[in-house]
Every structure is written in C-alpha cells, then in structure tokens.
C-alpha cells in the first residue's frame, strides 16, 4: 500500500491574509512539499497538468525530473497528464526520458482533465474526449512496446516506420494509471489493458466511488488479468489536521468557503458529510481513511490533496508533518486482514522482475 500526495498547482488567494501568492512562489512551493513529503515518510508525490491560469502545472515532466533530482526515494507521479490534448507521441518520448532520469522511480496517470477551453487550444474538440483517450492510449501503449510501428487512426497524422526515443527503461514501461471521476468507460479502458484505475474520490459520495471501482473490479477479472481483488486501485482523498477537532474546523473554514472549486457551495459540514474529505484531529483522519476499504476493497494506493485553496505553504508543511505522524498507523491499520494474493503498488523493479 502506498501513501503519497497529489497537487493541482493552483495559485489562490489566501483568504484569511488577502494574499496571492506568485507563480514562481507556487512552482519553488511544490518542490519544497514534495521534498517534506519524502522526508516524512510518504511513497509517492503526484504533480497536475493544467495550461491555463489560475495554474502552474503547465510541464508536469519538467516538475517531475527536478524533484526527482532532489530526492532519493520517493516514487514520481502525475495527477494527471492529459492523455487527449497531448500528442501520445511526445508523452511516450518525455516520460520515457523521465524514466531513464529517475532510474525507474516514476509512473503516470492518464485522464481528460476537467478544463473544457484546452481542447481547442490544442485543436482539439472537447465532444470527443472519451474517443481521444481511448486512441491515443492505443498508440502510446504501442509506442512502449513495439521498437517500430506503424498507426493509422482518426485524430493525428499517421506514423510509419516510427520508433519512439528512449525505449523504456530494462525493457519496461512506466506503469500507467487511468484517472476518473465519472466516466466508466475509463474505467473499462483501464480493466481492458489490465493497467490501474485511480478514482479522484475528493467530490463524490462513498456509493458512487463503490460504483466505478467495483466496474473496473469486474471488468478486470472478465479480461483475464486476474481476480477482482486483484486490480490495481488508487484513490483520491482531502483533509485538514490539527490536534484538535475544533482548532482544524476554525482553521480550515475560510479555505473552504472560498474555494475555488467548492467554494460558496455546500457548508464544510455538509461536504465533509457526503464526501471523503475530513476536517479534524489525526484520529479522526485515520478512522475516516481506513473506513475507504469497506466499500473500495484492499487497494494500492491512497494520495490526499493538501496544497490547495491558497493554503500558505508552511501550513501544508504542517500537515505533512502530521500526516507523517499517523503513517505507521495508515500501514498497519491497510494491512490487517489483507489477503496475500492482492497485489502491491507496482514499482518498476517488481515489473522488471515480473
């Protein structure tokens, strides 16, 4: 079971001090929690890709290679790269590249991303998104495997006699996971090529999360790839911590009312109610997360969004630090009671030796 983070790189005001902090403040800012996110004790660090402001995570790769330079272990992810308005074959070409750079220590997640003007930024057509992502993962899953391939299909240029640089590393490329909030048939890709399925779980209830994941469940195991328990799952996750209940709710209340994306909506109460996200003391936080196995099963991977909504960086380093503290409890708390035939996190040297 891996434990990590995952970042948006929104640039936000604070609204408790009125302040916004700079792009340049908030690119430095994801490399200083990625680094605090290594040193607490955490396996994986996740970095967006959005192209239009109130973002900075333009150049997920270029993120990914400097932190990876400055760290030892931690496993470097993205959360998401757009697998629909980015050309598949520059995908297979960075992140092969990032492979090499991390010697093995990164994999990705594939997903439409949720801002509509981007597709005609890059000629795209919004209408035909899940057909974007359904093709240009065909051909960067070819471009991984086959040393020379020819392709023909409806959204790019054809390919003859292409042989897509670096090859991946030992043979073996990144591990891809397909990321979704709503969609079932990216679950069903995901099933299809026995790759894993993230559900982004920040915004939905319990019973919708249940519905996608057990999907990719069936559809996995009808392909061949294994049991339904043995899929590859990852899930999204928010809180806010303090020592105690009340001082997180205080704290935390103002970030969420004026949220960007759930801002001036439900109250914090009604969210943290009908959603995952949990607003208390560390007790509280591992009670909740635990609880995500009874209705996702024994799954893979567990990242939270803590850098949002214009939350200063030293209160995000505040909340690494504790949820560093409760991590030997996560572990111990995922690993009772799992079965020995599910899975771990697939890292590139247990894919090189399988």
Do not use: C
């Not at 007790?283 to 024994?298: H, N």
């Amino acid at each position: 079971m891996q434990f990590g983070i995952f970042t948006v790189g929104d640039v936000t005001t604070d609204p408790t001090t009125g302040r916004t902090p700079s792009e340049h403040e908030r690119i430095k800012a994801q490399v200083e929690i990625a680094k605090k996110a290594e040193d607490v004790g955490l396996d994986v660090v996740a970095v967006g890709q959005h192209h239009n402001p109130p973002f900075v995570a333009s150049s997920p790769t270029t993120t990914m290679a400097y932190i990876a330079a400055q760290t030892e272990r931690i496993v470097l992810s993205t959360s998401t790269t757009l697998i629909t308005t980015t050309d598949p074959v520059r995908i297979a070409e960075d992140y092969g590249t990032l492979q090499h750079l991390t010697d093995g220590r990164m994999d990705l997640m594939l997903g439409r991303g949720n801002t509509g003007p981007v597709y005609p930024w890059f000629g795209k057509d919004i209408r035909e998104g899940i057909n974007l992502a359904i093709e240009n993962y065909a051909l960067l899953h070819r471009l991984w495997r086959e040393d020379v391939v020819d392709w023909s299909g409806k959204f790019r240029t054809p390919l003859q006699g292409f042989t897509a640089t670096p090859r991946p590393l030992d043979g073996v490329p990144p591990f891809v996971w397909h990321g979704s909030i709503r969609s079932p048939e990216i679950a069903e890709q995901a099933a299809y090529y026995g790759d894993g399925f993230f559900h982004n779980h920040i915004f939905w209830p319990a019973s919708h999360t249940k519905q996608m994941v057990e999907l990719y469940r069936r559809r996995f195991e009808h392909y061949g790839h294994g049991t339904a328990d043995q899929a590859i799952v990852g899930l999204g996750g928010q809180f806010f911590m303090r020592r105690n209940s009340q001082e997180a709710v205080n704290e935390f209340r103002p970030y969420f009312d004026n949220a960007p994306v759930y801002g001036h909506g439900p109250s914090l109460e009604d969210f943290t109610a009908q959603t995952p996200l949990t607003v208390g003391s560390p007790q509280q936080v591992i009670e909740r997360t635990l609880g995500f196995r009874e209705y996702a099963g024994d799954y893979q991977r567990q990242l939270f969004l803590l850098d949002h909504a214009g939350l200063p960086l030293k209160t995000v380093l505040e909340q690494l630090d504790l949820l560093g503290e409760i991590l030997p409890d996560l572990r111990a708390g995922f690993a009772e009671g799992r079965p020995a035939h599910v899975p771990d996190a697939p890292l590139h040297s247990a894919l090189v030796a399988a």
